[in-house]
Antibody, heavy 117, light 109 residues
């Protein structure tokens, strides 16, 4: 079964850091672009960041540029999101998702990040 | 600031047909925006339905179809089922970044 499982969420104080992980099973992520998408409570989906299949290209939404870093370890079929200088508005469920070409495919179940001030 | 716009809410009767649309503030949506559509039910992760405007995933029910219509991306549900009640999001590509629409809450009533 193809599956993405996020972990690493939790409660953190404003200004703090957190590292999210996304583990793939049932497929290898090495041929996929991978993304992080977040959803604040009761709100819509927001694209956060992406990384190319070989890790050489990364892009970020303006709201997280300079604070978040996306990375991957294809040998471990894992995706990461290092989040620094966290703000109240970063509170959300964070999803990882896979993408090939024009198509988005699988999503994880999400991990909740709560930033308290 | 680029904005992707969807209808906030729509209501459809069981067995009916409804079309959801997705517009870009930058102009007409074309295949180059790689429109994707997702369904999200309460408490669940999003599920991919359509990619590249018209292509279905292997798990996408046949009653769902995607198109480009009047400068927008569109998702049409034909023969709506009660289980189709959900939030639907479109996603567009802007050369290095992706952007979701605000979502359409579809009520089946």
């Amino acid at each position: 079964e193809v599956q993405l499982v996020e972990s690493g969420g939790g409660l953190v104080q404003a200004g703090g850091s957190l590292r999210l992980s996304c583990a793939a099973s049932g497929f290898t992520i090495s041929t996929y672009w991978m993304h992080w998408v977040r959803q604040a409570p009761g709100k819509g989906l927001v694209w956060v960041s992406r990384i190319s299949s070989d890790g050489s290209t990364t892009n970020y939404a303006d709201s997280v540029e300079g604070r978040f870093t996306i990375s991957r370890d294809n040998a471990k079929d894992r995706l990461y999101l290092q989040m620094n200088s966290l703000r109240d508005e970063d509170t959300a469920v964070y999803y990882c998702a896979s993408n090939v070409g024009s198509g988005w495919f699988n999503w994880g179940q999400g991990t909740l990040v709560t930033v308290s001030s | 600031q680029t904005v992707v716009t969807q209808e906030p809410s729509l209501t459809v009767s069981p067995g009916g047909t409804v079309t959801l649309t997705c517009a870009s503030s930058t102009g007409a949506v074309s295949s180059g925006y790689y429109p994707n559509w997702f369904q999200q039910k309460p408490g669940q992760a999003p599920r991919a339905l359509i990619y590249s405007a018209t292509n279905k995933h292997s798990w996408t029910p046949t009653r769902f179809s995607g198109s480009l219509l009047g400068g927008k991306a569109a998702l049409t549900l034909s023969g709506v089922q009660p289980e189709d009640e959900a939030e639907y999001y479109c996603l567009l590509y802007y050369g290095g970044a992706w952007m979701f629409g605000g979502g359409t809450r579809l009520t089946v009533l």
